[in-house]
């Protein structure tokens, strides 16, 4: 006789959550299918090794490329031109986007040109900042700050705004005047939902100094790129993408990392 | 207390609601929400008001809060005219509204440390509140790690930390299961008996009502009125025994009835 079959329910579940085996089993599945991708194109010389080339060659540079100091130096310049750019957005954005996400008035007169601007592309900004800024580092800044700034005004309004009326509300009956219920109610609300928002724009600071340093400069990670393409070195312009990425996959995992240290409650 | 003498010869948490009118107009349409409300709660007063959803009840007791303006009409503590909120009357909501990054006893000192209290007699003030919401082992932990029926116990305590005159609740008790619900009643008795606070209690919960008040007054809807008062003839001491009790049940049976209408 054949015993009954256990009847279980199918395996993908909308929004159920797997363990944490599963997760990490389909990344290394998804990076594992790139790579294979990769490797069949490049080992059969389907495409030719002078427009993509092999896994193994892109290794072996990015060792190289990372052996000498001049890459390390262009590591550091493009490292601190994201930073600089970056905590300029922040160091202003952030003030101005609490305020207009916590007075109407505020938000009438810091909003509309600010929804006008963010559709603006940093990039045509370029040659107006070469104009303002000429082309040594405050430019390149320049140009992070702009592509960071309004969106994250606007992003930190929308923060501002979505903390619950009733923890407001809860503070002014316990005594709480408008100014201190923005410093103990507004600013620790938002504070988890503020970092999500900065590991994102942080990502872009990433593109927008990529941007900046394809133009007159000769430093730099976007200019190794840049630099490679000219000589048709395919190989280190892979290097130059994963070294970026790297980068900015470092940078979002302290960004978790601070999350989760600073923000036991959320 | 710190505020002397003028305070304690003068009345302590006596509210006066004044031919209040509260009228909400747009553009289009006008909508009554409360109609000539009339009603003086008095010193350490147990009041209940009893109502179905959208008589206006929450909206009488956010504008004796201060967090909502009325139309017409004046409320009055203890003499002073309610322009806004206070510390002088303290609130607990219906939803939870504890400070999710604050610890329990961060949660319950944080009006003492606006009035800029200092560290040990805050301290001394938050051991016996937790004491008495029975969380004294909870004094460091997150709401998020706390269930519906102690979150709202140090809701409780968190508002009467600031010793205020008068403690307003809205459904406090509505979101809980019924055994939770029946335990914190007995517990808001009790800290009301040690407390000596007026409550202005909000609740569609007409065995709640009874249970706690002195006093319940029975508003309808369309517009927002005042239909009835009762006054409770209940033993002073509550034990789980008084829903029993002859008055319990006939009083029951016509509040029903007022409220089905």
């Given at each position: ?77 493009s490292v601190f031109r994201v930073s600089s750019g970056f905590a300029l957005a922040c160091l202003v954005g952030i003030p101005i986007g609490i305020f207009a996400g916590t007075?109407?008035?505020?938000e009438?007169?810091i909003e509309?040109p600010m929804e006008f601007i963010r559709y603006m592309p940093a990039v045509a900004f370029i040659?107006?900042i ?7 580092e405050w430019a390149k800044i320049l140009l992070i700050f702009i592509g960071c700034f309004f969106q994250l005004v606007l992003m930190v309004a929308d923060i501002t705004r979505r903390v ?22 507004l600013i620790p609300a938002i504070q988890p939902q503020l970092m999500h928002t900065l590991r994102l724009i942080l990502g872009w600071a990433w593109t927008y100094l990529v941007v900046a340093e394809l ?5 730099g990670l976007g ?18 993408i994963?070294v970026i990425g790297l980068l900015g996959l470092i940078s979002d995992r302290i960004f978790a990392f601070l999350n989760k240290r600073l923000f036991?409650?959320a | ?261």
């Open positions: 006789m054949i015993p009954p079959k256990r009847r279980t329910p199918p395996k993908l579940q909308i929004f159920k959550d797997i363990s944490s085996v599963s997760y990490a089993m389909m990344a290394g599945i998804s990076f594992f299918l790139l790579l294979a991708l990769w490797s069949l194109l490049s080992y059969t010389e389907a495409v030719n090794p002078v427009f993509l080339p092999t896994p193994d060659a892109v290794l072996l540079e990015f060792f190289r490329q990372l052996g000498t100091a001049a890459y390390w130096e262009h590591i550091g310049i007075f109407r008035h505020a009438a007169l509309p040659p107006l070469m104009v303002w800024a000429g082309i040594g619950s009326h009733d923890l407001l509300h809860a503070s002014f009956t316990l005594g709480a005047s408008r100014w201190k219920a923005i410093e103990t109610v133009v007159a400069v000769n430093s200019y190794a790129i840049m630099r490679a393409q000219r000589y048709l070195n395919t190989d280190q312009i892979f290097v130059g994963i036991p409650w | 207390m710190q505020t002397g003498s003028k305070e304690e010869a003068a009345t302590r948490g006596e509210i006066v609601i004044h031919n209040l009118h509260k009228v909400y107009t747009t553009k289009k349409s006008r909508f009554e929400a409360l109609h000539n409300i009339q009603l003086t709660i008095g010193e350490n007063e147990f009041l209940t008001i009893l109502g179905p959803s959208g008589c206006g009840k929450s909206t009488l007791l956010r504008i004796v809060a201060g967090l909502e303006d009325h139309t017409e009409g004046s409320v009055m503590v203890d003499g002073e005219e309610v322009i806004g909120p206070g510390a002088d009357r303290g609130m607990v909501f219906q939803g939870y509204t504890l400070f999710p990054w604050l610890t329990v006893r961060e949660n319950i000192e944080y009006g003492p440390k606006l009035k800029g209290i200092p560290t040990l007699e805050r301290r001394s003030l938050s051991n016996y509140l937790l004491k008495m919401i029975r969380l004294e082992s909870f004094d460091k932990s997150y709401p998020k790690q706390l269930s519906g029926g102690m979150k709202q116990r140090v809701a409780i305590a968190r508002a009467l930390a600031n010793r205020p005159k008068v403690l307003l609740m809205d459904e406090p008790f509505g979101a809980l299961d019924a055994q939770t619900k029946l335990e914190m009643q007995e517990m808001l008795l009790d800290v009301w008996e040690k407390e000596k606070t007026t409550v202005l209690f909000i609740t569609h919960d007409i065995d709640e009502a009874i249970f706690l008040s002195q006093r319940i007054v029975v508003m309808g809807a369309g517009p927002g009125r005042i239909l009835k008062e009762f006054n409770v003839e209940l033993p002073a001491e509550r034990t789980p025994e008084v829903r029993e009790h002859p008055e319990f049940l006939s009083l029951k049976r016509e509040l029903a009835g007022l409220l089905k209408h």
